[in-house]
């Protein structure tokens, strides 16, 4: 018979009568739902009486049939059942309880007569949870179901939280393991088996196997660990490398504390287990992003530093040297330019491979028994790679490893079917020789490297070997230089000539100054030899040319008396057969009349059989400007083959003015100058002149044109207009 229902799940709204008291605004999820199966209908009022007085909901089967189908539909809190039932005895319907899933942790509490001592047994084999004897007395039957409702939600708590550390355990690869030491077992977590690769089996292990499935360089490491953990007492804990099942490596942090008896005996060890492997990767990526390059796999210049610190304390302790050696591909900009960016890309993984060839050492090892520094290798920047080379005893070690370097890259590359050669530019800095911090030896390595690229590159150059401070300021001058022009950091200044004895302007040469931000205004000589080695100076005269023009242009308009403005050129213009463009573009920009314009060129424009020169400088003479052959003497030219060139002045250097007085040598030189220009039909000008006596001098040998500190030095255009005024004047 079914049973009287008093709820019905499906009706949860209905109102309800509990206890005498409506409690249809209660939330039903509050109220514990009980079921209750009893054939005796007395016995079932009696306890649903006892349970509505208690404010449970009860829900009532007369017989044992009908204990599953209820049972499933209500999903009760607690189970009360009667044992013996005619038709489906207690102890078989909590068995079918039990077997639901939803019946695995509901409690069942089993009424058994007080007699039926081997139906206790039964009702405890067929899974109940509890018993009250019949008769039921009501305060009994009230405690017991309200201790067992009790126990059941803290059991569900408990499970709750086991079953949220379990998940925690397994996304954190965490297990946990005890071991006994009396035994030596080990009893673990699941976690701990499946970081493992062993099955689950419920059987303890010894601590053997643990110890096996650690690679074997660590397995001593790790018992000698635990042997002094044991022997202090203290907890412990370490990372090592073991081999799973399947024979996969995994990396695991172990933590243990050692409990002891109450003897103070070590007897028992706690501990957890983790499986770190993908944090260890993840961790090594971020280590291979921030310290390796991606295109070569070679260090880059932020572990450089690591390399170069630790090198140091072993070169102290040692008493060796570090060499760093700067190694740029020549013209590598034209491999990108001309073959694309990928092809660029696959030179420099070719070339950081023979780097790391050219060092490896067991390629020594067969070569040579030799001594051998120990090398690192970093990509510094683009085509730039600095090697670290340590254990190193002296040059002639460098020397060696550097040869291997640039015969090694020297070879050609075969890049997408094209052969190409690239060759390299190696500069070395040793510490502690030539510096001893990091920074200063990269720059020495820089600029040796340079140096050796100004040599005609594909070499090697030591920095000591090569360089002195003044090439060091020489080469940073050099890149200020570079940008001196669109600094606006160059001036003019004029020097004026006259005609001796007196102050009557016959015109003017100018010169270049650099208004350098740190070391001040700099004379031609400070910086020109530098600007003709590095071949700014085209730019350099070219921005002259421009401006003397354009002041040229300013005294024409002025109607200013005419002035013969000399201007300097260098011998680099004709080389690059850019002077009559250069001289075209002002003449053309400005406007002005040429015959103001004269062009002194040195007598190394001469040398040699070069056509274009005698074109260049006679379409120079047929635009009407004037041509002057300056510091002559200086060079190997001689006056006879002045007549193939259409010059009209030749200027006397002014080292054989200084000692015109004094040196009998530089005063016949000057006199044979002088005589032999005027059979030229040749000006001379006399360069230098700072004493009234040289003047003398050179007025008795016939040279009427001279310029020098005795007269004016070099003046601001500013001062040279006063001058100028003052000296027509007191002409007048
Ligand atoms: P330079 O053309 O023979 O110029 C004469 C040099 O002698 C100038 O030096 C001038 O300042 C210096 N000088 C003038 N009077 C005296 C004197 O009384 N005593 C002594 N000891 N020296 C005197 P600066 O300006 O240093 O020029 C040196 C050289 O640089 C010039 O020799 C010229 O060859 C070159 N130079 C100057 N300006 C330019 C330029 O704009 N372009 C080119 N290509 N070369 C220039
Ligand atoms: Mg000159
Ligand atoms: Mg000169």
């Given at each position: 018979?079914?049973?009287?229902?008093?709820l019905?799940?499906?009706?949860?709204?209905?109102?309800?009568?509990?206890?005498?008291?409506?409690?249809?605004?209660?939330?039903?999820?509050?109220?514990?739902?009980?079921?209750?199966?009893?054939?005796?209908?007395?016995i079932?009022?009696?306890?649903?009486?006892?349970?509505?007085?208690?404010?449970?909901?009860?829900?009532?089967?007369?017989?044992?049939?009908?204990?599953?189908?209820?049972?499933k539909?209500?999903?009760?809190?607690?189970?009360?059942?009667d044992?013996?039932?005619?038709?489906?005895?207690?102890?078989?319907?909590?068995?079918?309880?039990?077997?639901?899933?939803?019946?695995?942790?509901?409690?069942?509490?089993?009424?058994?007569?007080?007699?039926?001592?081997e139906?206790?047994?039964?009702?405890?084999?067929?899974?109940?949870?509890?018993?009250?004897?019949?008769?039921?007395?009501?305060?009994?039957?009230?405690?017991?179901?309200?201790?067992?409702?009790?126990?059941?939600?803290?059991?569900?708590?408990?499970?709750?939280?086991?079953?949220?550390?379990?998940?925690?355990?397994?996304?954190a690869?965490?297990?946990?393991?005890?071991?006994?030491?009396?035994?030596?077992?080990?009893?673990?977590?699941?976690?701990?088996?499946?970081?493992?690769?062993?099955?689950?089996?419920?059987?303890?292990?010894?601590?053997?196997?643990?110890?096996?499935?650690?690679?074997?360089?660590?397995?001593?490491?790790?018992?000698?660990?635990?042997?002094?953990?044991?022997?202090?007492?203290?907890?412990?804990?370490?990372?090592?490398?073991?081999?799973?099942?399947?024979?996969?490596?995994?990396?695991?942090?172990?933590?243990?504390?050692?409990?002891?008896?109450?003897?103070?005996?070590?007897?028992?060890?706690?501990?957890f287990?983790?499986?770190?492997?993908?944090?260890?990767?993840?961790?090594?990526?971020?280590?291979?992003?921030?310290?390796?390059?991606?295109?070569?796999?070679?260090a880059?210049?932020?572990?450089?530093?690591?390399?170069?610190?630790?090198?140091v304390?072993?070169?102290?302790?040692?008493?060796?040297?570090i060499?760093?050696?700067?190694?740029?591909?020549?013209?590598?900009?034209?491999?990108?330019?001309?073959?694309?960016?990928?092809?660029?890309?696959?030179?420099?993984?070719?070339?950081?491979?023979?780097?790391?060839?050219?060092?490896?050492?067991?390629?020594?090892?067969?070569?040579?028994?030799?001594?051998i520094?120990?090398?690192?290798?970093?990509?510094?920047?683009?085509?730039?790679?600095?090697?670290?080379?340590?254990?190193?005893?002296?040059?002639?070690?460098?020397?060696?490893?550097?040869?291997?370097?640039h015969?090694?890259?020297?070879?050609?590359?075969?890049?997408?079917?094209?052969?190409?050669?690239?060759?390299?530019?190696?500069?070395?800095?040793?510490?502690?020789?030539?510096?001893?911090?990091?920074?200063?030896?990269?720059?020495?390595?820089?600029?040796a490297?340079?140096?050796?690229?100004?040599?005609?590159?594909?070499?090697?150059?030591?920095?000591?070997?090569?360089?002195?401070?003044?090439?060091?300021?020489h080469?940073?001058?050099e890149?200020?230089l570079?940008?001196?022009?669109?600094?606006?950091?160059?001036?003019?200044?004029?020097?004026?000539?006259?005609?001796?004895?007196?102050?009557?302007?016959?015109?003017?040469?100018?010169?270049?100054?650099?208004?350098?931000?740190?070391?001040?205004?700099?004379?031609?000589?400070?910086?020109?030899?530098?600007?003709?080695?590095?071949?700014?100076?085209?730019?350099?005269?070219?921005?002259?040319?421009?401006?003397?023009?354009?002041?040229?242009?300013?005294?024409?308009?002025?109607?200013?008396?005419?002035?013969?403005?000399?201007?300097?050129?260098?011998?680099?213009?004709?080389?690059?057969?850019?002077?009559?463009?250069?001289?075209?573009?002002?003449?053309?920009?400005?406007?002005?009349?040429?015959?103001?314009?004269?062009?002194?060129?040195?007598?190394?424009?001469?040398?040699?059989?070069d056509?274009?020169?005698?074109?260049?400088?006679?379409?120079?003479?047929?635009?009407?400007?004037?041509?002057?052959?300056?510091?002559?003497?200086?060079?190997?030219?001689?006056?006879?083959?002045?007549?193939?060139f259409?010059?009209?002045?030749?200027?006397?250097?002014?080292?054989?003015?200084?000692?015109?007085?004094?040196?009998?040598?530089?005063?016949?030189?000057?006199?044979?100058?002088?005589?032999?220009?005027?059979?030229?039909k040749?000006?001379?000008?006399?360069?230098?002149?700072?004493?009234?006596?040289?003047?003398?001098?050179?007025?008795?040998?016939?040279?009427?044109?001279?310029?020098?500190?005795?007269?004016?030095?070099p003046?601001?255009l500013?001062?040279?207009?006063?001058?100028?005024?003052?000296?027509?004047?007191?002409?007048?």
């Amino acid at each position: 018979m079914a049973g009287l229902f008093l709820l019905s799940l499906k009706h949860h709204t209905h109102a309800l009568r509990i206890g005498g008291r409506l409690l249809s605004s209660m939330p039903k999820k509050l109220l514990p739902v009980i079921l209750i199966a009893e054939s005796d209908p007395a016995i079932r009022c009696l306890v649903r009486d006892i349970l509505e007085q208690d404010g449970f909901l009860v829900k009532e089967v007369g017989n044992g049939c009908d204990v599953i189908p209820t049972f499933k539909q209500l999903i009760p809190d607690l189970v009360i059942l009667d044992m013996n039932m005619p038709d489906l005895d207690g102890s078989e319907a909590c068995r079918q309880i039990r077997g639901t899933p939803a019946g695995l942790n509901v409690p069942v509490i089993m009424m058994i007569g007080i007699d039926d001592q081997e139906s206790f047994k039964t009702a405890y084999i067929s899974g109940a949870t509890d018993f009250i004897a019949k008769p039921i007395q009501r305060v009994l039957m009230s405690h017991r179901v309200h201790f067992v409702i009790r126990s059941s939600k803290t059991m569900k708590k408990l499970q709750f939280s086991e079953a949220r550390l379990l998940d925690a355990q397994i996304m954190a690869k965490l297990g946990s393991w005890e071991m006994d030491l009396v035994s030596g077992k080990i009893q673990c977590s699941d976690e701990v088996y499946s970081i493992l690769g062993w099955v689950p089996d419920g059987q303890s292990r010894s601590f053997e196997c643990f110890m096996n499935a650690i690679i074997p360089g660590e397995k001593e490491r790790i018992a000698a660990l635990m042997k002094e953990a044991l022997k202090t007492g203290s907890n412990f804990s370490f990372e090592c490398s073991i081999v799973a099942t399947e024979g996969i490596e995994k990396i695991i942090h172990c933590k243990a504390r050692i409990n002891r008896d109450e003897k103070g005996e070590a007897n028992w060890i706690v501990g957890f287990f983790q499986d770190i492997s993908e944090r260890r990767r993840a961790e090594e990526e971020i280590r291979r992003l921030a310290y390796y390059d991606t295109l070569t796999g070679l260090a880059n210049r932020t572990m450089f530093s690591d390399y170069f610190n630790h090198a140091v304390s072993f070169a102290m302790r040692t008493k060796t040297l570090i060499a760093i050696l700067f190694v740029d591909l020549d013209r590598f900009k034209l491999i990108n330019d001309s073959l694309g960016h990928s092809a660029g890309d696959k030179v420099l993984k070719e070339v950081a491979e023979r780097l790391r060839a050219s060092v490896r050492k067991y390629d020594y090892i067969a070569r040579e028994v030799e001594h051998i520094p120990e090398a690192e290798i970093t990509r510094f920047a683009g085509d730039e790679f600095l090697m670290l080379l340590k254990n190193v005893r002296n040059y002639h070690d460098v020397g060696k490893v550097v040869q291997r370097i640039h015969d090694s890259l020297s070879a050609p590359y075969m890049i997408d079917d094209t052969e190409i050669i690239i060759t390299t530019s190696i500069g070395i800095s040793i510490y502690p020789i030539d510096g001893e911090n990091m920074e200063d030896l990269i720059k020495y390595s820089d600029i040796a490297m340079y140096h050796a690229k100004r040599q005609g590159r594909n070499t090697f150059k030591f920095y000591s070997q090569c360089l002195d401070t003044s090439t060091r300021n020489h080469l940073e001058l050099e890149g200020q230089l570079r940008k001196a022009i669109k600094r606006k950091e160059l001036l003019v200044c004029y020097q004026p000539i006259f005609r001796a004895p007196g102050i009557d302007f016959s015109g003017i040469e100018t010169m270049v100054r650099w208004q350098h931000p740190q070391l001040g205004l700099l004379c031609a000589e400070r910086f020109l030899p530098l600007a003709e080695e590095t071949g700014i100076i085209t730019e350099i005269d070219e921005w002259v040319l421009a401006h003397v023009c354009r002041q040229i242009r300013i005294w024409q308009d002025r109607k200013d008396p005419f002035w013969l403005v000399s201007v300097n050129i260098s011998s680099q213009n004709f080389k690059k057969r850019s002077i009559l463009d250069m001289v075209r573009s002002a003449l053309e920009t400005t406007g002005i009349d040429p015959r103001w314009l004269k062009l002194e060129i040195t007598e190394g424009v001469l040398l040699g059989s070069d056509p274009y020169v005698v074109t260049a400088l006679e379409s120079l003479h047929e635009m009407g400007i004037r041509l002057a052959l300056d510091d002559f003497g200086t060079g190997c030219s001689s006056l006879s083959c002045l007549n193939k060139f259409p010059v009209d002045t030749v200027k006397i250097d002014v080292c054989f003015i200084r000692d015109i007085l004094t040196d009998s040598d530089c005063a016949a030189i000057t006199s044979a100058i002088i005589a032999l220009s005027r059979s030229l039909k040749l000006e001379t000008i006399a360069e230098g002149v700072e004493t009234k006596e040289q003047m003398e001098a050179l007025l008795r040998m016939g040279c009427g044109k001279m310029q020098g500190n005795y007269f004016s030095p070099p003046l601001m255009l500013a001062e040279l207009e006063q001058f100028r005024r003052e000296t027509m004047t007191s002409n007048r």
